[in-house]
């Protein structure tokens, strides 16, 4: 068993963890100062490793996310000069309350203040005892390049729709491969920091936003079966804006290495949805409300659901003497004014420079609310450095100044601009008094502001059966818009709406402020974060409820990681066994689908290679054995690739056109003679066709396709359904099937299967007085699993006698009615002329890597 504090993630082979091996406590915990001192000199990390009670007493969930949910400050009666306590407006103290109660939670994260080398053992010591938090140590350097430059100058903007075009304007930087390597740096010091104490069989990891997205790839490499889920908290733009990232591949694999991904809106869900599609080619479905994708074997679940406030700890500001004073001063210096109020923080999405012109605009044009009207707007401290949060910071101020000279006077400043650190109280308190809340980035994960406003406003102090009433001017496109349906909601790039929606919201009339107050107290009240936090639990442990009823197997390297998780019963096809079975018998049925089985799907030239058309010559070869290429191509197309084929079987067309080998006439299925019903189906394919570029249709003589795989995929997905409800509506009456494939509309005549084309095939062998003892069967697609299903019902009908060597094979690692599985149509071909020359000596094997000394 590999280091579980190795210092290479990557490297550290993807064993299945021995789920009777207790967790470690991490080495820090374990050590004193001089005793780091000492291991770190030797370098020998497992000598500081030691068990936990055998088993955990009880559930533990552990919470990930760039800051411990920790307040620091300078204490020189600490040794490590630093004092520690719990940080009560961090949501990753505040969801605990939404979490299991007999759960244990952890948290991992790095601190808001640097702890030197000589006391991180110490500090690691007494947050884990204290706190049950487990700091990161990132080296300074490592960082800033992390932090300040990746996530908010790369990422963070590029989320929020800004390309890096002028960084020089913007702030914005271009992208920079060192720095990714940092991004991953960092995200895997988190991972072996968490491994250190992680029971992967047993414990939920909860993972939060963007500085984190490679984080799942390094913990499911270590452990394919680990419980994962991720939240994101910022926006997740258009594929066309998240296409431009040069890592985007790694990025959305990384997502989909968890079990459950979470996100504010449906918009972010669907944007997210999009590119997954686009770039990797996974559609996703809803099944009983849950949208799901699948992923090598695995289903990814997607969450949609706002993070809501903590009613209680804000209820308990509010009501605290410091609030209550503070009120009464603002009482006091408003009187007889207007208080309208912004908090944001300060970077370039906040959208403070367009709410400041709008409040000149709402001057302007409303002369009587000069000297009444008020627009209070707390800056909050920005989170990054540069100077684009330079440029935001000059810019309020400028635009301050200068509405300010122009319509304020003595005792009245129509903009009133906090820059500094604003403590929780007087915040509450400005919320508690302002008649309107405006609210108007121009792009913003989710925003709690207008949640908080809200509760406050129901909560401030006021004449006994007054009615509570508020109003929210919101932006469209923020996370918190849809949930706040009684709100103002305007677009924050037309400075004259939101000057408008100012003065509607300070003018309504009492009656219409107090319903939607009610209205959104109602939804805030009902959907906080203890809510948010126990629903994403309560489906991270359903989604993760089948961990170990399937076998994991890790494929890809580095970034590219994934987890391929199949049934228990579900194997790799071995050389050895199928070729000793192909030896034994005398009777043998080889079926084999065409596309993406023989030929890949991505072909520009659709014709068998010399190497196919060569093998599957010396295994018809062979009197033992009948050889069918099943099909839903055309006959004469598939007639014309196999004319060097003299003794290939053919089923063409799902098996509608068969012929035993190249000599022979072709069978037609008889069921079917009145095909009348293709003057319906094709004017309604052409209509789609036409309207659909990059759309085709496929004619042949027992069925009809519509094919869409060059089409915009959610476009052609869409026209897809719309043209199966079109067809199964028109075709009603008709006996036809109608059928929605990968990229593909299919009608055939009722009755015509790959599955039927076995049925016929071992009957007519049975009737012959040869029966198959040895049969194979290999496809890739969903009309394949209709061999596999009558493979596995043939046995039962008496149609294979009851030693018959079966073997149903799909090709790729994927959920599949075969019980075997060849990685793609290399291992194929190879397998296939494993067969073909197993008589021949000398003969050699491996696992699909086949090698046949002096045949091959």
């Given at each position: 068993m ?6 290479n ?15 470690r406590l ?6 004193s100062?001089?005793d780091a001192?000492?291991d770190?000199?030797?370098g020998?990390d ?7 009670s055998?088993t955990p007493?009880?559930?533990?969930r552990?919470?990930v ?8 400050a ?9 004092a520690?306590?719990w940080d009560p ?5 505040q ?16 601190l808001?203040?640097?702890v030197g080398?000589?006391?991180?053992a110490?500090v ?8 049950r938090?487990?700091p ?8 800033h390049?992390?932090?300040h ?22 702030g914005?930087?271009?992208f920079?491969r060192t720095?990714w ?6 995200n ?11 029971n992967?069989?047993?414990?939920f990891?909860?993972?939060h ?7 799942p790839?390094?913990?499911?490499r270590r452990s394919p079966?680990v ?5 994101l ?7 066309e804006i ?9 990025l ?8 459950l991904v979470g ?5 972010y869900a669907?944007h997210f949805?999009s590119?997954c599609?686009r770039l ?7 099944k ?6 699948e ?6 679940t997607?969450?949609i ?5 903590d009613?209680?700890q804000?209820?308990s ?10 009120i009464?001063?603002?009482k006091e ?8 109020l ?7 999405f906040k959208?403070i420079?367009?709410k400041?012109?709008?409040m ?13 009207a ?13 100077r684009?949060v ?9 635009i ?7 319509f304020g ?6 903009i009133?601009?906090?820059d ?8 509450a308190a400005?919320?508690a008094m302002?008649e ?7 792009r ?6 207008p949640y908080?406003?809200?509760v406050?406003?129901?909560c ?9 009433k508020?109003?929210?001017v ?9 949930s ?5 909601r ?6 004259d709406?939101?000057a ?12 219409e402020?107090?319903l939607?107050?009610?209205k959104?107290?109602?939804y805030?009240?009902s ?38 998780a199949?049934?228990?019963n ?8 199928i070729?000793?079975a ?6 043998r049925?080889i ?17 068998p290679?010399?190497e196919?058309?060569s ?8 009197p ?7 099909s839903?191509r055309?006959?004469d197309?598939?007639?014309?690739w196999?004319a060097p ?8 067309e799902?098996?509608?056109?068969t012929?035993?080998n190249r000599d022979?006439?072709?069978?037609t299925?008889?069921?079917?003679t009145?095909?009348?019903?293709k003057?319906t ?7 789609y066709t036409?309207?659909?570029d990059?759309?085709?249709i ?20 869409c026209?897809?359904k719309e043209l199966l ?5 028109v ?12 990229h593909?509309?299919?009608?055939n ?6 599955g ?5 095939l071992?009957?007519t062998m049975l ?6 003892d040895f ?6 697609d969903?009309?394949?699993e209709?061999?596999?299903e ?7 009908k008496a149609?294979l006698p009851?030693?018959a ?6 090709v ?7 019980k ?5 149509i ?8 494993g ?9 050699k ?7 046949f000394e002096?045949?091959?």
């Amino acid at each position: 068993m590999p280091s579980i504090s190795s210092s290479n993630l990557l490297d550290v082979a993807a064993d299945e963890p021995d789920p009777r091996r207790p967790p470690r406590l991490p080495p820090a915990l374990l050590m004193s100062d001089a005793d780091a001192g000492a291991d770190a000199a030797h370098g020998d990390d497992d000598q500081l490793s030691s068990p936990f009670s055998p088993t955990p007493a009880r559930d533990r969930r552990i919470v990930v996310a760039h800051r411990l949910p920790l307040r620091v400050a300078a204490d020189p009666a600490e040794s490590s000069g630093l004092a520690f306590a719990w940080d009560p407006d961090a949501l990753g103290l505040q969801l605990r309350s939404g979490l299991p109660p007999d759960a244990e939670i952890l948290h991992v994260g790095t601190l808001p203040a640097a702890v030197g080398p000589a006391h991180r053992a110490a500090v690691s010591q007494l947050l884990y005892a204290r706190f049950r938090c487990l700091p990161v140590f990132l080296p300074a350097d490592l960082h800033h390049r992390f932090y300040h430059c990746f996530c908010k100058h790369y990422l963070w903007p590029l989320l929020h729709y800004l390309l890096p075009l002028s960084p020089s304007s913007t702030g914005g930087l271009p992208f920079d491969r060192t720095l990714w390597l940092s991004y991953l740096s960092a995200n895997k010091l988190f991972a072996e920091r968490l491994i250190e104490l992680l029971n992967p069989d047993d414990d939920f990891v909860w993972i939060h936003d963007y500085h984190l997205l490679a984080l799942p790839t390094f913990l499911r490499r270590r452990s394919p079966r680990v419980k994962l889920g991720f939240f994101l908290h910022s926006p997740f733009p258009s594929s066309e804006i998240f296409r431009t990232i040069p890592v985007r591949d790694e990025l959305l694999r990384a997502l989909l290495n968890c079990d459950l991904v979470g996100f504010h809106t449906f918009d972010y869900a669907r944007h997210f949805l999009s590119s997954c599609s686009r770039l990797l080619g996974l559609d996703y479905q809803s099944k009983r409300g849950y949208i799901g994708i699948e992923y090598y074997g695995r289903t990814v679940t997607v969450k949609i659901l706002p993070v809501g406030i903590d009613l209680g700890q804000l209820e308990s500001v509010i009501s605290s003497s410091e609030t209550t004073t503070k009120i009464q001063e603002l009482k006091e210096k408003y009187t007889d004014q207007i208080l309208m109020l912004g908090v944001d923080d300060v970077d370039l999405f906040k959208g403070i420079g367009l709410k400041f012109l709008a409040m000149e605009q709402l001057l302007e044009e409303h002369r009587e609310l000069r000297g009444r009207a008020v627009l209070v707007q707390i800056a909050n401290p920005a989170r990054s450095q540069g100077r684009d949060v330079q440029e935001v910071q000059e810019e309020a101020r400028s635009i301050t100044r200068r509405i300010n000279e122009r319509f304020g006077k003595p005792g009245y400043e129509p903009i009133v601009l906090i820059d500094r650190t604003v403590p929780t109280h007087e915040k509450a308190a400005f919320y508690a008094m302002a008649e309107c809340c405006v609210v108007n980035p121009v792009r913003d994960g989710m925003n709690l502001v207008p949640y908080k406003y809200t509760v406050c406003r129901q909560c401030s102090p006021a004449p006994e059966g007054a009615p509570k009433k508020s109003v929210i001017v919101v932006s469209e496109f923020i996370g918190c818009s849809p949930s706040l349906s009684g709100a103002i909601r305007l677009n924050p790039w037309n400075v004259d709406a939101v000057a408008d929606a100012m003065y509607l919201a300070i003018t309504m009339p009492e009656v219409e402020k107090q319903l939607r107050h009610e209205k959104h107290y109602k939804y805030v009240s009902s959907h906080d974060v203890s809510y948010w936090a126990r629903s994403f639990d309560q489906d991270l442990q359903r989604a993760c409820k089948d961990h170990f009823l399937r076998r994991c197997w890790g494929i890809g390297f580095g970034m590219s990681f994934r987890v391929v998780a199949l049934g228990p019963n579900f194997r790799k096809l071995s050389v050895e066994h199928i070729v000793s079975a192909y030896r034994n018998t005398n009777s043998r049925l080889i079926l084999l689908d065409y596309d993406g089985t023989m030929m890949l799907q991505t072909s520009i030239d659709k014709g068998p290679s010399d190497e196919v058309i060569s093998v599957l010559n010396e295994l018809c070869s062979d009197p033992k054995n009948v050889v069918f290429v099943v099909s839903g191509r055309g006959k004469d197309e598939l007639s014309k690739w196999f004319a060097p084929c003299e003794k290939l079987g053919i089923s063409a067309e799902h098996g509608y056109f068969t012929r035993w080998n190249r000599d022979s006439p072709w069978e037609t299925f008889v069921l079917a003679t009145d095909f009348n019903w293709k003057k319906t189906a094709e004017p309604v394919m052409r209509l789609y066709t036409e309207a659909t570029d990059g759309s085709s249709i496929e004619f042949k003589e027992s069925g009809l396709v519509w094919h869409h795989q060059d089409a915009d995929p959610d476009f052609g997905s869409c026209q897809a359904k719309e043209l199966l409800d079109h067809l199964e509506n028109v075709l009603a009456n008709e006996p036809v099937v109608v059928k929605r494939g990968q990229h593909i509309v299919e009608v055939n005549p009722q009755g015509i299967s790959k599955g039927v084309v076995v049925e016929n095939l071992l009957t007519t062998m049975l009737r012959t007085g040869k029966p198959p003892d040895f049969m194979l069967c290999i496809g890739d697609d969903q009309s394949d699993e209709d061999m596999f299903e009558s493979i596995i019902s043939s046995t039962n009908k008496a149609l294979l006698p009851a030693v018959a060597e079966v073997f149903a094979c799909t090709v790729g690692k994927k959920p599949s009615k075969a019980k075997y599985y060849l990685d793609d149509i290399v291992d194929v071909i190879k397998l296939l002329q494993g067969l073909a020359h197993a008589s021949a000596e000398p003969y050699k094997h491996t696992d699909l890597g086949v090698s046949f000394e002096g045949v091959l």
